[in-house]
């Protein structure tokens, strides 16, 4: 065993751990800097498709996961999360902080979530589903990003109802991975945000390898992309 | 042009026929063979085993037999691979920086002969003529390490009269892999077992390769279960002409 | 499958890969379950590769990232220490196994739990953190579809990605009736699920403390990543107020922005799709949203062994995508568990020898599980050379048995052929002698054109195959012959 190298009489898990990195690194000169070994990066940063393009993209593999997707112009947005709503049978509806309110439907008995007025996990799961919108949509992957901010909320709110209707604004969608990683910094840099990747509902294929979709998470994804 | 033989070890005692195919067929081309007679092995199987302090004296012998040579060619992806991929491995094991200068100066000039045939010598044509339904196993070291790529199959297909078929599947290894025939039997003749399946569906009369230790391990389980399917090595294949069929 | 107590990683001898693969072998369930499950991955994987343009772009820069890491890996975890400090997590050092566990139970105890909801972590399958916390009265719940049907079955997971792939859903169904008390139950994939996401439901919701592991962690900001599918993981980092997380020191990566691309690499590299399901990132604590207390426990356990070799090295750029699993055709016959390490196939038969050490033949065997194809190294994400660490991993085995075996090894029939066999090499003349004899030596051998039974250890060779005879003139001699001199 290795002799342990202490600053006091008996060395520190982490004062240990990091004499031993520095032994088995020795052969690194000492004025190599992290920045010294080259990265190259030869891959794509950004896309350069046409908007609608990566639009439509988006709206297909995000398709492919087993959400239900569905492209609105700005306009029909109220009236379409209505009857999407109504044909899921939705009557107890969670609802983000900041939530546009023009877009809630009347007649719902809605579930406000805020800073002051947390609702309980028990009531979350006894909901029939949580309307947000998002922080990013991906088109290469057909992922939606939570940043838990502006109408999207606390991470709860997303994981324990049924039901996600999730509304995403065109101009939300980036084209590449890269692009999406690049617009969270700020979230995650400035403010440590939790982000939630979310790409279909939630699936399983532990059984025989047969996809199974819904374990834990909603089991039901829709999404709305809106012009 | 000038080459000097590589005949490995293995093929030099169990596989001769694959030497004499290989000079056949490169003297047809118009290639002036040499065959150094100090050769004996390049180290590949002491060294993949875990005996690399016995292979070194291997390693250095080699690079000075062939010394000179233009291009060294062999009829053995595994044995090329092991000199051209491996070598430098060695030199670093043995911590020789001269050592390492020479291998890697001697790297490029090492060939496997379809490689040389195809990439070298730019031919792809060698006016074969072999009259058998063959089916081509592409060896792990020449497909991965040596990146042979398409080669073999370009030469197979020129020769006249082959019905050549697909192997299913035919990238997996056969199970061979040097000492693990040995020290794990099993699991390699449970590999063999699925090469040897898939040989059959396609019933071939051949199954060729560019390694004779594969086939060796192919077609002694093809001999053991009586299929009647052989193997021949591919330098055999394009050595062949029409008088002898 | 029996339940296999020993292993790399617990105390006492391991059996070798070889006796283990023997069993398995011969596990027809297992093969065909296997073979159908690898054999698929890898397509779906090659249709998921064969999209991206930059794939050989995206697979350098993920290796040249964690040579970064690797070479100032001690300036990075000292920068993700101070970055979840500063998000308002804590940061704990643990050397090995035991101090990790007892740092974990510590936590679990100080917050009053007896019972932990986990995320599968393969980390701490390796520290065997779960009887650890048994022993010290705390029950963990796995919560992982897979880890679950595993637990309640008693036994070790198989595969890195799909744990209960050696089992089929009749033996699944039977376990859940038997364990969970579902009545009525079908072997429809989806009913097994049901019962499986009602029972764990309730714990997630009871539970007090969240144990997961990370996929990776950012040195610039502190942010720990999980990758998942069924959304357990979310849960386990979410619901509970507190959440503890260990992590192999070898995880961490540089900046934020390096995630895209590690999360291009792992997805299609794992379980072949574009994105998968759910990917959790979480920057030390949230107010109001998620728990109320972060723990990250950094582990070393053999990592810096694994670090000091500088070619053994490039073992820990490994992101656990399993793909060199699903290639792997001795992988695919013989399943994980001939492996005897929470670490199986390629990555493991080089990641288990260096985390424990040279000296033990269970693991020493490892580097032998593999008949050097290659196809690992094609598919690996962050371009682990596994076909080189093999080769010299199996060096360090030879020469601590020959440095430290003592005279016994002296007469190892293997290494006597080694020896001998140098020797007749590296002079032509005995080679050549060597031919000769060896070409009369065999008739006791050769009946009939043909070697039917080779002796001592190479009779494995003849179990299975003919051998030919050695021809009766060598190509050296018919060159002679026929070219004269050179």
Known sequence: MEAEQGFGLVATAKETILWRIRYATRDVPEEERPEDVSVEREYRKGDEAEREEIVARFAERTAEYEADVHRVGHDELPRTIEEVLKRRDVRRLVIPPYFPREWIPEGLETMHDAAR?????????ESDGVLTGCALGIAQTGTIVLDAGRAQGRRALTLLPDYHLCVVRERQIVG????????LERAVEGEGRAITFVSGPSA?????????????GPRTLEVLIVG | MRVALFITCFNDTLFPETGRATVEVLERLGVEVDFPYAQTCCGQMHFNTGYQREAIPLVRRFVEVFDGYEAIVAPSGSCVSMVRELY?????FAGDGRLAEKVEELGPRVFELSEFLVKKLGVTDVGAYYPHRVTYHPTCHSMRMLKVGDAPLELLRNVRGIDLVELSEAEECCGFGGTFAIKNADTSAAMLSDKIRRVLDTEA?????????????IGGGLGRLRTGVETVHLAQILASKAEEG | MKTKPSDAFSPGPTPTFEESAKESLSDSQLRRNLGKATQTIRRKRAVAVDEMPDWEGLREAGRALKERVMRHLDEYLLRLEESVTRAGGKVHWARDAEEANRIISGIAKDNGAEEVVKVKSIATDETKLNEHLEKEGIKAFE???????IQLAGETSSHILVPAIHKNRAEIRELFMERLGAKDLSDSPSDLTEVARLYLREKFLAARVGISGANFAVAETGTVCVVESEGNGRMCTTLPPVLVTLMGIEKVIPAWRDFEVFMQLLPRSSTAERMNPYTSFWTGVSEGDGPREFHLVLMDNGRTDVLADEIGRQTLNCIRCSACLNVCPVYERTGGHAYNSVYPGPIGAILTPQLVGIGDPGPDSLPYASSLCGACYQVCPVKINIPEVLVHLRGKVTRH?????????????ENIAMQTAARVFSDPQLYERAQRLARVGQWPFARGGSIGRLPGRLAGWTAVRDLKPIPQQTFREWWKRNRGSV
């Open chain 3, 401 to 413: 048995k020959q440095d430290r075996g003592g005279p016994r090894q002296k007469l190892d029939p």
């Open chain 3, 143 to 149: 919560t992982d579809l897979a880890e679950l049907i």
């Open chain 1, 204 to 216: 399983t294929s532990d059984i025989e390898l047969d996809r199974v979709e819904g374990v834990h």
């Open chain 1, 117 to 125: 007025s947390r609702l309980s996990n028990k009531e979350l799961d």
């Open chain 2, 205 to 217: 009369e051949i199954c060729t390769a560019g390694d004779n230790s594969c086939l060796m391990h």
């Open chain 1, 176 to 183: 590449l991975v890269p692009e999406a990683f690049a617009g």
């Open chain 2, 88 to 92: 430098p491995m060695a030199a670093d």
